[in-house]
């Protein structure tokens, strides 16, 4: 058992005993929080006050009366109408913290999920054939930290990268492959992920080029998405060559990211082919999705289009093709019945929303989803530019995310090179990716993933704000510190006074897991990179206030670089949870 109990809750437990003898019928909640009045607030006296009709100051204070102090609760006191304010001791701060801090398991004492199950996440879908764009970014980005909250937590996590490798512009794309056979060669093994890109471009531009321009290579080329769906073994096989090619570059591009992805994790829309036929005789055996005009269809009364008539989901064309929306229906079907989901989550652009409105709707009433699996779009905003409008370059095409991350990592490089005070340049270069790729992803997670959000580099790297760099450099300097102790060692001293800095930064901690939890729960890793930003605030401040090294007495100077240790340990742990480094040096 390494998980350590909260003060917070160890305060909730003793307020809520007397409660219960003060109040035995009431189901007594105590309301509490954290407060800059005192170290916590509850509130929750009033309403139960109210419920049984009896004066809230009077009930605070017997209350107050039952409450046992010592040990935990070194205060507590009625205020105001009948709030109650709570100061816990320095040393239940002291020790709680050292609790955390002997975690065998490393985990800071956080415990695990009571119930934990097992997610599909549906996240960093790139299309083959395609560059990858700030939209693939950001589903990469939260779906990764999402992904380490939950498994931090002890959830079964399935990750499936739904890439988009099936659809008519493979039919051109392989007739002009097969046509220009050496297009796609180069020496095994060789190729990077760039030049893997480049290549599919110049194949793309080339064969669009001809199929505008050449009837006869356009029938040839739709004939070819009639065998590619036939599985024709010739025609797959060049299809599998435009999915290898692609693979080479979406790799490149998640390990610039610092993100590993996992072969047998892709699984495209491709992935579900054998599956789509039943997908459709079930849902039209059941009545969910009925004939219409040939095509198989799904409608719903509250979805209509601006002409006032319902807008389906299409399952299956007129002319028997399949498209997206049944091949998320059948992904469905794996995740529910092969992967045994209670929840499914996608973290797809929010413009997408109406699409998985309708699929989720489909699958409840096939009963493929119901109340022991909950289906959720973890629905992101657009990406920004420094004006406001959708990020675009200056000739208005969409950026190149490599562009872009190639942008951050020498933006950063500036800014660490200026800074570095005993780094060589291959040291510069490996923390200046670190530092950019940091900023990038850490830019992308501390706004809550529904609202937009504004791509700008500047701010990105900047050593001054909400910023990854401000937090990697709290980090690198506590690093710092515990080498210049040399051999005075961290040291809890549970029989010291706490300065109020101390305090502050103590107390914060103690809220680590409860915010990994909450994080987790809501999938929502800004609540996360809130709380860390925070937390290098609070050590910010017990810096300036609290000499560490230079402490008044041997057991301050061992206890003060045990709070360090603690706020390093738990940034690292922290930023490790939203895919970001810590790099021991800046
Ligand atoms: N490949 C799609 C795109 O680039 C995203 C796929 C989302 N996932 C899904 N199951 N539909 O927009």
């Not at 005993?17 to 929080?33: F, H, I, K, M, Q």
């Amino acid at each position: 058992m390494a998980s350590v109990t909260s003060l917070t809750a160890s305060v909730h437990q003793r307020l809520a005993t007397a409660l219960s003898a003060t109040l035995p019928e009431a189901d007594a909640d105590p309301l509490l929080r954290r407060s800059d009045r005192a170290d916590f607030q509850a509130n929750g006296i009033l309403a139960l006050a109210k419920k049984a009709k009896a004066n809230p100051r009077e009930l605070a204070t017997q209350v107050v009366d039952k409450v046992v102090t010592g040990g935990v609760i070194k205060d507590i006191e009625v205020s105001g109408p009948g709030f109650l304010n709570i100061t816990v001791t320095d040393r239940a701060i002291t020790e709680n913290l050292a609790a955390r801090a002997a975690d065998p398991e490393g985990r800071l004492g956080v415990p695990y999920a009571e119930t934990p199950g097992t997610t599909v996440i549906d996240y960093a879908q790139p299309n083959v054939a395609k560059e990858m764009h700030v939209g693939h970014l950001r589903s990469a980005v939260i779906g990764d930290s999402v992904v380490q909250l939950l498994e931090f937590t002890g959830e079964t996590v399935v990750r499936r990268h739904h890439i988009g490798d099936w659809g008519t512009q493979f039919g051109m794309l392989i007739q002009y492959l097969d046509e220009h056979p050496h297009e796609l060669d180069h020496k095994a093994g060789q190729v990077t992920g760039e030049e893997a890109m480049s290549n599919l471009d110049r194949l793309y531009k080339a064969a669009r080029r001809k199929f505008d321009a050449d009837e006869e290579f356009k029938t040839r080329a739709r004939r070819r998405v009639v065998d590619l769906q036939a599985g024709d073994p010739h025609t797959l096989a060049m299809w599998q060559k435009f999915v290898d090619e692609s693979k080479i570059y979406f790799y490149s591009v998640f390990e610039k990211l610092d993100m590993e992805i996992r072969d047998p994790d892709i699984v495209g829309e491709s992935g579900y082919n054998d599956m789509l036929a039943e997908t459709c005789r079930l849902l039209e055996e059941s009545g969910v999705a009925v004939r219409s005009e040939g095509a198989l269809c799904v409608f719903f009364d509250d979805i209509k289009g601006p002409d006032g008539n319902p807008v389906p989901l299409i399952v299956q064309k007129s002319d028997g093709g399949y498209g997206y929306a049944a091949t998320d229906l059948s992904a469905i079907r794996d995740r529910v019945f092969n992967h045994k989901a209670n929840a499914l989550l996608y973290v797809v652009d929010a413009r997408q929303s109406l699409h998985f409105k309708m699929v989720f709707e489909t699958a409840r009433r096939a009963g493929w989803l119901n109340d022991g699996v909950k289906a959720i779009q973890l629905a992101f905003g657009t990406v920004l530019g420094k004006d406001g409008k959708p990020f675009k370059t200056r000739e208005g095409e969409t950026v190149r995310l490599v562009d872009l991350l190639d942008e951050a990592i020498e933006r950063a490089s500036a800014v660490v090179r200026e800074k570095a005070q005993d780094l060589s340049e291959g040291e510069i270069t490996e923390r200046g990716t670190q530092v950019g790729i940091g900023a990038v992803k850490y830019a992308d997670l501390s706004t809550s993933a529904s609202r937009d959000y504004k791509f700008d580099l500047d701010q990105m790297v900047s050593l001054n704000g909400d910023t990854s760099v401000y937090l990697q450099y709290a980090y690198a300097r506590i690093q710092s510190i515990l080498r210049k102790a040399g051999d005075v060692r961290p040291a809890a001293h549970p029989e010291l006074a706490l300065s109020e800095a101390e305090r502050a930064l103590g107390l914060h901690m103690d809220q680590f897991a409860e915010t990994v939890a909450e994080a987790a729960a809501e999938y929502a890793p800004h609540k996360l990179a809130g709380y860390l930003y925070q937390l290098a605030s609070f050590y910010t401040s017990f810096y300036d206030k609290c000499p560490v090294l230079k402490a008044e007495t041997p057991e301050q100077v061992e206890n003060r670089l045990f709070l360090c240790d603690v706020t390093a340990r738990t940034l690292h742990q922290g930023m490790a949870l939203l895919g970001i480094r810590t790099p021991e040096r800046l």
